[in-house]
């Protein structure tokens, strides 16, 4: 399912003391299928823009077109849209509510007037999407879980939706290592196994470089720049200038190619550093 922004623009509180243009003439192009990391500092619009994608704001200006539907047009039903994209807020642990795991990731599959057995396949199914067992954990309270669990409970009642675009903000955030970890895995696995477009908002380029094929840099509501990362780390002193930091291993590698060393620059992550390293030290061992 693609998705389309075209000047999008949207004001908070205008024409008060307190007005602040949140995003201001924003155009984007996501195609099916793909794994979009949406980065920037706090106040970047990075929140804002993402809850425009199912209608949950609307905006001041611009179009917004899901799947060939424009959602910005009065007649829209925006229910139906949402069962298309599906959101996970941060800290979606937050919205747990129910006695039993089950029931929590049963809730949005059960108001859509499924069947029982249609609904409990999805419930397993999402449960298993995010490494929870349903066998062994559907009676138990999502309240008596860690909190990386909670957060998995959560995000597995938005994919029990069954969406085409799974957008999730900040969904690492609060979380130890080994909890972040398991969390992207997760998400690189649904997305995948299913096909699912994802849009994954973070402020931490260490966990987008890893996981997303495409990144959208926000900065002061406009998008500046947009890219493979390996491009898009190639900038890293305007990263450092709008308050971002590109992976550690990238200021490293770009440390040894200024003291004239050559390092293959497509370089991003630990594994392709470590074999370029090796690979430059049995050069120098040989020469």
Known sequence: MSVDVIDLTHVYNPGTPFESKALNDVSMHIESGEFIGIIGHTGS???????????LLKPQKGTIIVNGLEITQKDVSLVNVRK?????????EYQLFEETIYKDVAFGPTKLGLDEEEVRRRVYESLKDVGIDAEEKKDASPFDLSGGQKRRVAIAGVIAMEPDILILDEPTAGLDPQG????????????KEKGTTILLVSHSMEDV?????????MNHGTIELTGPPKEV?????????????????????NILRDKGYEINKDIISMDEAKDEILKLIRRKSHA
């Open 84 to 92: 298309k994209v599906g959101l996970v807020f941060q800290y979606p």
């Open 233 to 253: 780390f190639r900038h890293e002193k305007r990263l450092a200038e709008i308050g971002l930091g590109v992976p550690k291993i990238v200021t490293l590698l």
């Open 45 to 55: 619009g990075k929140s804002t823009l993402i809850q425009h994608l199912n209608g």
């Open 180 to 191: 972040r970890d398991e969390i992207l895995e997760q998400i690189v696995k649904i997305h």
């Open 209 to 217: 470089s890893r996981v997303a094929s495409r990144l959208m840099v």
